[in-house]
């Protein structure tokens, strides 16, 4: 096949379309010639010589068009339909955002005083022993730990005895759908679970002992705590941790070369990696069988030392 703009013999061939901008159509019987539109001959269209054409009526041009007509003003509808929803959506949000303000503000006074509360139970909570090296876990509504809450933190000691596990209700979240496509902990699950104040001096008697913290990304489990008013930024900071995630990144080796680094792994492949038997505990995405899983990792990280 040949290329339209490189055949002279062709110049003045147009495809039906071309014709019809000029007031003119193939005759029935005429046949045309498919041509490369150039030569990068990525596209091919039938092309007719000004001997196949004839001057056509005016109906016939708008019978040609009129499927082109309605290809532009269904794409029209459809561009329109697009940005009333997208205008909608902002809307919404824009709406949210100051709903969400407007509670903020509204729970304000009411968290100071929770807050104030919190502390006090702390001082009066009963004076315990606790070990000193803990495992941690936790489950949340999102990522952010001073704008989504917790929604169950489990502790477990070396040995795997478990020192703490509860569900929360939160205070401002009445959905997380993102969250609980991961975690599976649906709103109905922890409709009648404590508020995170109610457990904090728990919480905090076992925390204010510990020296060693042992997580899977763990930093983000002692945000979310930082972020629940449990313990404070110097308190936080004071910790000896052991992230497992990270050990195990560089023995499964995965390395990113944009990062510089290896590529962090989710638990599961971590436990996958050690044959671990989830089944001798909870799902895999409950924070207390995560706190086994992670003990038993990190029991096998040491192991090969």
Not at 21 to 40: H, I, M, S, T
Not at 93 to 122: G, H, N
Not at 150 to 167: A, T
Request: charged share 30%; aromatic share 14%; with cysteine.
């Amino acid at each position: 096949m040949k290329a339209k703009n490189y055949c002279p013999e062709f110049e003045e061939y147009k495809t039906i379309r071309q014709w019809a901008l000029l007031g003119q159509l193939p005759k029935k019987d005429a046949k045309g010639v498919e041509l490369w539109a150039n030569r990068n001959c990525q596209a091919s269209y039938v092309y007719y010589s000004p001997d196949e054409v004839d001057p056509a009526t005016e109906k016939e041009l708008q019978d040609f068009f009129q499927p082109e007509r309605d290809r532009k003003n269904k794409l029209a509808r459809l561009n329109r339909k697009w940005r009333k929803e997208a205008e909608e959506k902002k809307r919404q949000e824009e709406q949210k955002k100051i709903f969400d303000e407007a509670v903020e503000a509204a729970l304000l006074p009411y968290r100071k005083l929770i807050w104030r509360l919190t502390e006090k139970t702390k001082e009066l909570y009963p004076k315990k022993e606790y070990p000193q090296a803990i495992v941690i876990d936790t489950e949340t509504t999102g990522l952010d730990p001073f704008h989504d809450e917790l929604l169950q933190v489990s502790i477990i000691d070396e040995e795997g005895n478990v020192l703490f596990d509860s569900y929360f209700k939160p205070i401002r979240h009445k959905e997380w759908s993102k969250a609980e496509s991961v975690n599976h902990i649906s709103p109905k699950m922890v409709a009648d679970a404590p508020y995170i104040n109610e457990k904090a001096a728990e919480l905090y008697a076992i925390l204010s002992q510990a020296h060693w913290i042992i997580g899977y990304n763990v930093d983000f489990d002692l945000n979310f705590l930082v972020g629940s008013d449990i313990i404070t930024d110097e308190e936080c900071n004071a910790f000896r941790t052991e992230d497992v995630m990270i050990q195990f990144a560089e023995i499964y080796g995965e390395y990113s070369v944009y990062h510089e680094d290896y590529k962090w792994q989710k638990l599961t492949t971590a436990a996958a990696y050690y044959d671990y038997d989830w089944a001798e505990h909870e799902e895999a995405h409950n924070s207390l069988g995560d706190c086994f899983a992670t003990l038993f990792v990190y029991h096998k990280i040491l192991s090969e030392e």
